[in-house]
């Protein structure tokens, strides 16, 4: 589906609920350059929005009524404003930022409101952090509550953890927000001070292949991945009781445990350090235009991922492997929470349809499943349409 413009989207507004909208807002879904898993350990990140969005239609209500409907599942849901609750459905993303709301005592009336995008689900673009942003903008708007955009995008998060159960970080709702057309951000999770870093992609493209699965682990392994670290830093501070997070570790001090944490929680910390590590080298490499250098850091962010964090899984390491065996891919790895969804690949220009028809290929052939392919646009931020 194409980018949808403020007409088609007023129109689908009219035949689901008749009349018009009181407004429309655009989010954007996201990538990660590199800083997996380091956001909710309050590392460092360097995602930027992309040019496929999450797009809502809303109108207020004068009763306590909440009429939402998705156009790409077809589907009507319903739910009162003052008994807000999960419902095990995409309408959660929708109904836990209208319960922030409510819990922030910025009481609303009900309202419709219509959903629809081109954020492949389950690919690892972070489809509900934007409806999550799309409606906290949305509602913010409509009920005049004057928030800023970043006590939305915590609004936001939260409303991932409470409603959909995933205790994430905050890098997915921050890109969605703040993403900037042909930058960057470099975000500390820390002290949430961020940066635009331009991406000078001279010679080279951002692809996405979407490995099409999405495993059933990739929720609970999430959270366990986040106790774990938890569990390292409470040892360590055992010893060393100013440590917060990972990023106040040194490597030294990390060996010194080796053997007084459990295997795979010095595994998972290993890795947060080092990710942590290659992301700010990464960040001189991009300002250099040494695309080389960040593609091979790409390369051993999937490794780490892979075998330390171990949170990817065969199709992801097949395509990121298959793609690494053509000479024009600089670096590929899988991108977000993991088991499943897409690898970035960073691939040199005039090379692109023989790569892609080599990763395509190998991957029908290999895992009988076909791959999908999305050229990265970046885009800006959260918007009314
Ligand atoms: C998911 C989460 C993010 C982040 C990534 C991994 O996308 O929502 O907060 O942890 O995984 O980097």
Not at 190 to 207: A, E, I, K
Not at 350 to 361: N, P, Q, R, S
Request: aromatic share 8%.
């Amino acid at each position: 589906m194409q980018t949808l413009s403020r007409n088609e989207l007023a129109q689908l507004f009219d035949n689901t609920f008749q009349g018009a909208p009181d407004l429309i807002v655009r989010s954007p879904g996201r990538i990660n350059i590199i800083g997996e898993h380091t956001d909710y350990n309050n590392g460092y990140v360097l995602p930027a929005a992309i040019s496929q969005a999450v797009y809502i239609a809303i109108r207020r209500r004068t009763d306590n009524a909440v009429h939402l409907y998705s156009a790409d599942y077809g589907q009507m849901i319903k739910a009162d404003i003052s008994e807000l609750a999960p419902t095990g459905t995409w309408a959660d993303y929708i109904l836990g930022v209208a319960d922030q709301f409510q819990g922030a005592g910025h009481t609303s009336p009900g309202f419709e409101l219509v959903m629809t995008g081109n954020i492949p689900m389950g690919a690892g673009l972070s489809s509900s952090a934007a409806i999550e942003c799309a409606v906290a903008f949305g509602l913010n708007e409509l009920l005049d509550a004057g928030l800023d955009r970043l006590r939305l995008v915590k609004m936001a998060q939260a409303a991932e953890h409470t409603f959909a159960g995933v205790r994430c970080g905050i890098m997915d709702m921050f890109a969605s927000m703040f993403g900037k057309k042909d930058h960057a951000i470099l975000l500390d999770c820390r002290s949430l001070d961020y940066q635009y870093v331009p991406l000078l992609m001279d010679g080279y493209n951002l692809v996405l292949f979407n490995s099409n699965v999405k495993h059933s682990l990739a929720f609970s392994e999430y959270n366990v991945r986040r106790q774990e670290c938890e569990q390292g830093v409470a040892i360590m501070q055992s010893q060393y009781p100013s440590f917060h997070d990972l990023r106040d570790v040194t490597p030294q001090i990390l060996a010194d445990f080796t053997g007084r944490m459990p295997e795979n929680v010095f595994k998972r910390c290993s890795y947060v350090l080092g990710e942590n590590a290659r992301l700010l080298a990464a960040c001189d490499d991009l300002k250099k235009g040494d695309l080389a250098a960040l593609g091979s850091k790409l390369n051993d962010t999937h490794v780490g991922l892979s075998q330390s964090y171990q949170v990817s899984c065969p199709e992801l390491d097949f395509l990121a492997d298959v793609a690494r065996t053509h000479p024009a891919v600089q670096g590929a790895r899988m991108v977000g929470g993991g088991f499943g969804g897409c690898t970035i690949n960073l691939i040199k220009d005039g090379f692109l349809g023989e790569v892609i028809e080599t990763v395509t290929g190998a991957y029908q052939q290999k895992m009988n499943k076909s791959a999908d392919v999305y050229q990265v646009i970046t885009a800006d931020g959260t918007s009314l349409l």
